[in-house]
């Protein structure tokens, strides 16, 4: 019987965990998604609260950014997001941080020049109080 019951009391313990990480993948995925909105509409106010003051922001060309850099090139137009569809997203959560993989299909013009890109996107989340963070992002060119 204490066999039993300590199965019964292992598998809820388990089904409370997992709850709990769809939950947390939830709200990273409402963070993501209110963050692939202000890459459309930026405001400074809104992708400064969503960013670390460490952020590292590589783009496909190479170009890397830090906070300030990012946030400027959305803001003032130099780069503008037209369309931008985020697809095929992973989240696989480690404590406090996350890593996130999505397949990202826009159309922008930057610098004046219109394209249209499809490339697979690495980000980094951490989890702070005020909510989630993005740390990190790396951008490759998709086959």
């Avoid at 609260?49 to 890397?64: D, F, I, K, N, Q």
């Avoid at 989630?132 to 060119?141: E, F, H, M, P, S």
């Amino acid at each position: 019987m204490k066999k039993i019951f300590a199965l019964i009391l292992l598998a809820g313990l388990f089904s409370t965990v997992a709850i709990a990480q769809s939950k947390t993948e939830k709200e990273l995925a409402g963070t993501i998604e209110k963050f692939r909105l202000a890459l459309i509409d930026p405001d400074s106010v809104t992708l400064s609260s969503m960013v670390s003051g460490e952020l590292t922001y590589a783009h496909s060309t190479g170009l890397v950014e830090n906070k300030a850099a990012f946030i400027q090139a959305l803001v003032s137009g130099k780069s503008d997001f037209k369309t931008l569809e985020l697809s095929n997203q992973r989240i696989q959560l480690l404590d406090k941080m996350a890593v996130v993989w999505h397949d990202f299909a826009a159309d922008v013009v930057d610098n004046g020049n219109a394209a249209s890109v499809k490339l697979i996107v690495l980000t980094v989340w951490h989890r702070q109080k005020s909510g989630w963070k993005l740390v990190a992002r790396q951008a490759a060119r998709s086959k």
